[in-house]
C-alpha cells in the first residue's frame, strides 16, 4: 500500500515569509501528527490531528498550525519564517492514533531551509 | 523539557559485535516506549517496543530491555550488521495521548 507522502521534499524559504507543508497519510489512516527534527534536538512533537480535530498539541510557537481535511490530509503551515524553522518537517500517520508501536508510519521529511 | 534523553550521540561497535542503546526518560507517566532506525533523507522506520507492563521484548536481532524503577531502557542489537548503521530514536508515549516523545537519537557506526 501507499505510503505517507510528504510534499514538498525540499524548499528554500526566506526570512519573514510563510510556507504550507502537505501530508497525505495511508490510505484509511485518520491520525496525522506532525514532528520537527533540529540537529541534536531529536524529534519535537508539534500537533496530532484526528478526524479534523486537533487532539494535542506541543510546545511551539503560535506561528505554527496545522489543518486536517476531511480526507485525512493534513497541512502545516509556519507563519513568519525565523533562521531556527530550518528542519526537517516528518508527518506520522496512524489508523486511530494509538499507538501500538508498529502501527504509525513516517513520512519521508520536508526539509526546509530558511536563508 | 527533555522527558527522553539518549546521552550517547554516538556508538561504534565492530560487525558481529553486540550494539548496546540507552535510554534514560523521567516522566514516570510514559507506559510505552519504542525504538526507531532513521537513515539519512528517510523517514524514521519502527523497530521494536515494550509496554511498560514488561521487562523484555526481543524481536530476530533487536532486543529491548525496560527497567521501570531506574527509568532506563536500552536495544541490544546482536549481532551487529553493517546495514545497522543509522540513527536509533527512543521514543516514549503515555496511554491515550496523542504524542511521541523523542530522545535526540544515538547515530550507530557498524565496522567491517
Known amino acids: 500500500k501507499a505510503g505517507v507522502t510528504q510534499t514538498p521534499r525540499y524548499l528554500i524559504k526566506t526570512r519573514g515569509q510563510q510556507v504550507t507543508l502537505s501530508c497525505s497519510p495511508i490510505?484509511?489512516?485518520?491520525?496525522v501528527s506532525w514532528y520537527q527534527q533540529t540537529p541534536g534536538q531529536g524529534l519535537q512533537f508539534l500537533f496530532e490531528?484526528?478526524?479534523?480535530?486537533?487532539?494535542n498539541k506541543g510546545n511551539f510557537p503560535g506561528r505554527f498550525s496545522g489543518r486536517q481535511f476531511s480526507n485525512s490530509r493534513s497541512e502545516m503551515n509556519v507563519s513568519t519564517l525565523e533562521l531556527g524553522d530550518s528542519a526537517l518537517y516528518l508527518c506520522?500517520?496512524?489508523?486511530?492514533?494509538?499507538?501500538?508501536?508498529?502501527?504509525?508510519?513516517f513520512g519521508e521529511g520536508s526539509w526546509l531551509t530558511v536563508v | 523539557d527533555q522527558q527522553v534523553k539518549q546521552n550517547s550521540p554516538s556508538l561504534s561497535v565492530q560487525e558481529g559485535r553486540i550494539s548496546i542503546l540507552n535510554c534514560d526518560y523521567t516522566?514516570?507517566?510514559?507506559?510505552?516506549f519504542l525504538w526507531y532506525k532513521k537513515y539519512p533523507a528517510e523517514g524514521p522506520t519502527f523497530l521494536i517496543s515494550i509496554s511498560s507492563i514488561k521487562d523484555k521484548n526481543e524481536d530476530g536481532r533487536f532486543t529491548v530491555f525496560l527497567n521501570k524503577s531506574a527509568k532506563h531502557l536500552s536495544l541490544h542489537i546482536v549481532p551487529s550488521q553493517p546495514g545497522d548503521s543509522a540513527v536509533y530514536f527512543c521514543?516514549?508515549?503515555?496511554?491515550?495521548?496523542?504524542?511521541?516523545?523523542f530522545g535526540a537519537g544515538t547515530t550507530v557506526t557498524v565496522r567491517a
Open positions: 506520522a500517520s496512524s489508523l486511530q492514533g494509538q499507538f501500538a508501536g508498529n502501527t504509525i508510519y
Open positions: 516522566n514516570s507517566m510514559f507506559d510505552y
Open positions: 521514543a516514549a508515549l503515555r496511554s491515550n495521548d496523542y504524542k511521541l516523545s
Open positions: 490510505s484509511g489512516h485518520r491520525s
Open positions: 490531528y484526528f478526524s479534523e480535530t486537533q487532539r
